[in-house]
């Protein structure tokens, strides 16, 4: 029986909802020959772990998980005991999206820092970090910021490294949530190493799922001794995939040929774009700086329900009318004018 679907159409909702890259989909299907070891011991998930080593450098370790929340939930989980805290941005994924998924499985309490525009600051952590061998507080261990944010901008080098080297300082880690970190490290002109490691991040969640990847992140330590109980972590999390062949071919096509940084390059100017064609429009206000592949607007209330007949996308902050509009890897120019066009009817209403 024939199957009828809707159109095929991209939308401005999220770069979750773009599809499969082409050589991601060609990975998977040359590694679907045979039987392999599962669990990760095959030639395919190593093969996968030295472009890593290639990109970040030796004496590292990685680990494949399912999705984002996993990735970050074990990387905390590694780093932490139940009576530590993590320091936050109040509007960071980890302490708003991921349905306290970190705070139940680490037993840690997440502390919300103020932010601005995404970013959490060194005088915000500063002023956290009190209570400490006071047995009636929690101890900050960790401190965990999103980049890019949860905003749409981006941490500055020496901002990264500014948190870092306070962490380190007392004693405490620097985890990086790095769902976007391609197009982050392609906004500042720097290469994966340069954006984390070099810059004193200690733990990684690998972001593949919004540029390009069917299904998969990579937890990344720098530090291999921080990694070490993460097998454990991972099986009782139930994160670890018995077919990883098919998570790690993903990562080494991403990794591949700059697959990852071309897919983020192209999404990040498609936001660029999107930015100019929306500024045109006099009834819209671009609320924070476009420096990755998001465009968060200020727009007319009554134009949401008007646009959204055409396009899905998330009211972000609804009470002030701003909504976010994400780019992919394979949004078009096309896509961005057509997409204008329908804003600039709405809101004229």
């Known amino acids: 029986m024939e199957k009828n679907f809707p159109p095929a159409s991209r939308s401005f909702a999220s770069d979750n909802n773009a599809g499969v890259h082409p050589e991601v989909l060609e990975a998977i299907a040359d590694?679907?020959?045979?039987?392999?070891?599962?669990?990760?011991?095959?030639?395919?998930?190593?093969?996968?772990?030295?472009?890593?080593?290639?990109?970040?450098?030796?004496d590292i370790a990685v680990f494949f998980t399912f999705n984002g929340t996993g990735a970050n939930v074990l990387s905390l989980q590694s780093l932490t005991r139940p009576f530590h805290s993590v320091l936050?941005?109040?509007?960071?994924?980890?302490?708003?999206d991921?349905?306290?998924?970190?705070?139940?499985?680490?037993?840690?309490?997440?502390?919300?820092?103020?932010?601005?525009?995404?970013?959490?600051?060194?005088?915000?952590?500063?002023?956290?970090?009190?209570?400490?061998?006071?047995?009636?507080?929690?101890?900050?261990?960790?401190?965990?910021?999103?980049?890019?944010?949860?905003?749409?901008?981006?941490?500055?080098?020496?901002?990264?490294?500014?948190?870092?080297?306070?962490?380190?300082?007392?004693?405490?880690?620097?985890?990086?949530?790095?769902?976007?970190?391609?197009?982050?490290?392609?906004s500042l002109g720097q290469n994966l190493r340069q954006a984390t490691r070099d810059l004193g991040v200690d733990v990684l969640s690998f972001g593949g799922t919004k540029n390009g990847i069917l299904g998969g992140e990579a937890v990344v330590f720098f530090r291999?001794?921080?990694?070490?109980?993460?097998?454990?972590?991972?099986k009782q999390s139930m994160q670890l995939a018995s077919k990883m062949?098919?998570?790690?071919?993903?990562?080494?096509?991403?990794?591949?040929?700059?697959?990852?940084?071309?897919?983020?390059?192209?999404?990040?100017?498609?936001?660029?774009?999107?930015?100019?064609?929306?500024?045109r429009i006099p009834q819209v206000r671009i609320v924070w700086p476009v420096e990755a592949n998001g465009v968060f607007a200020q727009i007319?209330?009554?134009?949401?329900?008007?646009?959204?007949?055409?396009?899905?996308?998330?009211?972000?902050?609804?009470?002030?009318?701003?909504?976010r509009w994400m780019c992919s890897f394979d949004t078009t120019e096309d896509d961005v004018r057509r997409f204008a066009e329908v804003v600039a009817r709405?809101?004229?209403g």
């Not at 600051?121 to 929690?138: F, K, M, P, R």
């Not at 500055?156 to 500014?162: C, D, H, R, S, V």
């Not at 697959?259 to 064609?277: D, F, G, P, T």
């Open 88 to 96: 936050c941005s109040a509007f960071a994924h980890i302490y708003v």
């Open 245 to 279: 062949r098919f998570i790690a071919v993903q990562f080494e096509a991403l990794l591949s040929d700059n697959l990852w940084r071309k897919s983020a390059e192209h999404a990040n100017r498609m936001a660029q774009l999107l930015e100019k064609e929306v500024s």
């Open 31 to 58: 590694a679907n020959r045979g039987h392999v070891v599962a669990y990760g011991d095959d030639a395919y998930t190593r093969s996968a772990i030295k472009k890593f080593e290639e990109h970040f450098g030796p």
């Open 224 to 234: 291999q001794e921080l990694s070490r109980d993460f097998l454990f972590l991972r």
């Open 98 to 186: 991921e349905c306290g998924a970190p705070e139940k499985l680490t037993g840690c309490k997440l502390i919300p820092l103020p932010h601005y525009e995404g970013k959490i600051t060194l005088d915000s952590v500063h002023e956290a970090y009190h209570g400490i061998g006071d047995q009636h507080h929690s101890q900050p261990r960790v401190i965990s910021i999103t980049q890019t944010t949860e905003m749409g901008t981006v941490y500055k080098p020496e901002e990264i490294q500014a948190l870092a080297h306070f962490a380190h300082e007392h004693e405490m880690f620097l985890h990086v949530d790095g769902a976007r970190i391609a197009n982050a490290a392609v």
């Open 300 to 323: 007319p209330k009554q134009a949401i329900a008007k646009i959204q007949q055409e396009y899905f996308f998330y009211m972000w902050i609804e009470e002030e009318s701003i909504v």
């Open 346 to 348: 709405a809101v004229k």
